[in-house]
Nanobody, 112 residues
Framework: QVQLVESGGGLVPPGGSLRLSCSASGSLFSLSVLGWYRQVPGKQRELVARIESDGTATYVGSVKGRFTISRDNAKNMVFLQMNSLNAEDTGVYYC??????WGQGTQVTVSS
């Protein structure tokens, strides 16, 4: 059974940076579509960034130029580098594999 485990969340002041990591178990990781989603209370979970098996990355408009998604297939990991954070980036960030497997989430809070 594939499992995803996120890490790297925390409290950061506006303008700061965080790097989220997601470790995946199971095989065929290099063929997977990997994504980072964000959820805030009272709202639906939304896609933040996605990376295809060929490395093509897609971002939601609000994070373009500030966030970078990357993957390390040798280590079965996906990352989200988040720079210039603001309060609107606050939420629980979830790692996703192939649109169907979810991690447990990691809290990101941007506040002074």
């Amino acid at each position: 059974q594939v499992q995803l485990v996120e890490s790297g969340g925390g409290l950061v002041p506006p303008g700061g940076s965080l790097r989220l990591s997601c470790s995946a178990s199971g095989s065929l990781f290099s063929l997977s579509v990997l994504g980072w989603y964000r959820q805030v209370p009272g709202k639906q979970r939304e896609l933040v960034a996605r990376i295809e098996s060929d490395g093509t990355a897609t971002y939601v408009g609000s994070v373009k130029g500030r966030f970078t998604i990357s993957r390390d297939n040798a280590k079965n990991m996906v990352f989200l580098q988040m720079n210039s954070l603001n309060a609107e980036d606050t939420g629980v960030y979830y790692c996703n594999k192939d649109f169907r497997i979810w991690g447990q989430g990691t809290q990101v809070t941007v506040s002074s």
